[in-house]
């Protein structure tokens, strides 16, 4: 199998969950959603004394608004388990995707696995009373997916996230880090294609993730989860359409310190997809540029943990295309 890297892989990476049976429709119209043009997060925040908004209530709202959780993972005990300490009493990374709305996406854009699931960090810093949820604005997903940023797709499903954000925090307020945007340092997504043989595209499919799970677990990056949209996308004409989350805890551990709303982008999810009738494999993640510009990340030993990991994938793909 010949693999041809266009790029170089995300520090961290992150899939899990199923599509939904029963998909809630996405409105397509045009819908106005504010952005703030100078941030590609938005942070959330409650007042909790009395500690009735739980990652819990909050998974409950969005099961309830039509979404698929993938993941509400709790990352305290990791933290201290392995470091030994956590600025944090609550750190979870949800991830959660909406199945029309990843249909509908696939059709028009075939690296919708870039957010599907999306990624939130919820989290209360050690000793405070007050919780907070990070998402990502539908401006930095278009921008990422180089999607038009007006697109009523990503605008509604947006719309439906912060919806969603408010009743799970009925008292809370938006705001956007003060920090401004860097201008970014390299790719904002990593690309790599595989031309695949008509008739054996299965076994090849599955002799490169065996080579590279093993590579990963040998690299200190985890699966978290695993995710396959070949049945609910054949509307969209993919033979497969596969997603993996893959984390590395340092890089999650070191960022949170300084920027606790880092998990927006985090776990982060690779995708591998073929069209039918097209013999090429396309893998694609967002990179740790994302991470570095839409955090404003300078600090010397954020970047160093990001580049670190980055090499190490880096490392991985290129064991792997030889």
């Not at 439906?160 to 997504?189: C, I, M, N, R, W």
């Not at 069209?275 to 955090?295: A, C, T």
């Amino acid at each position: 199998m010949k693999l041809l890297v266009k790029g170089m892989l995300c520090a961290s990476l992150v899939v899990s969950g199923v599509l939904a049976n029963e998909a809630v429709k996405i409105e397509t119209k045009k819908v106005e959603v504010k952005q703030v043009t100078s941030s590609d997060i938005e942070i959330i925040t409650s007042e909790n004394s009395d500690g009735k908004i739980t990652t819990k209530s909050i998974e409950d709202a969005f099961i309830k608004a039509g979404f698929t959780v993938s993941a509400n993972r709790d990352m305290n005990g990791p933290f201290k388990m392995q470091f030994k300490d956590s600025a944090f009493d609550t750190y979870n990374l949800f991830t959660f995707y909406k199945a029309d709305a990843v249909l509908e996406l696939a059709k028009k854009y075939p690296n919708v696995g870039l957010f599907a699931p999306m990624s939130m960090s919820i989290y209360t810093k050690k000793g405070e009373k007050s919780i907070s949820i990070s998402s990502l604005t539908a401006t930095a997903m278009a921008k990422i997916m180089k999607a038009p940023s007006d697109d009523a797709t990503l605008l509604s499903l947006r719309k439906l996230v912060k919806d969603t954000l408010q009743v799970a925090l009925p008292k809370g307020k938006f705001e956007s880090p003060s920090y401004a945007l860097h201008e970014p340092k390299g790719e904002l997504v990593t690309n790599f294609s595989m031309e695949m043989d008509g008739e054996e595209w299965a076994d090849e499919l599955d002799d490169l993730k065996m080579e590279f799970k093993g590579e990963l677990a040998t690299n200190g990056f985890v699966i978290a989860g695993f995710n396959s949209f070949a049945e609910p996308l054949k509307e969209a004409e993919f033979d497969f359409y596969e997603v993996y989350s893959i984390c590395k805890l340092p890089v999650i551990y070191t960022i949170a310190k300084t920027r606790p709303e880092a998990g927006a982008f985090a776990p982060c999810s690779l995708y591998l997809n073929k069209k039918k009738n097209d013999n090429m494999m396309h893998i694609g993640f967002p990179s740790v540029y994302n991470w570095m510009s839409s955090l404003a990340i300078d600090n010397k030993e954020d970047i160093e943990v990001l580049e670190s990991a980055q090499k190490a994938m880096k490392s991985i793909l290129e064991s792997l295309t030889e």
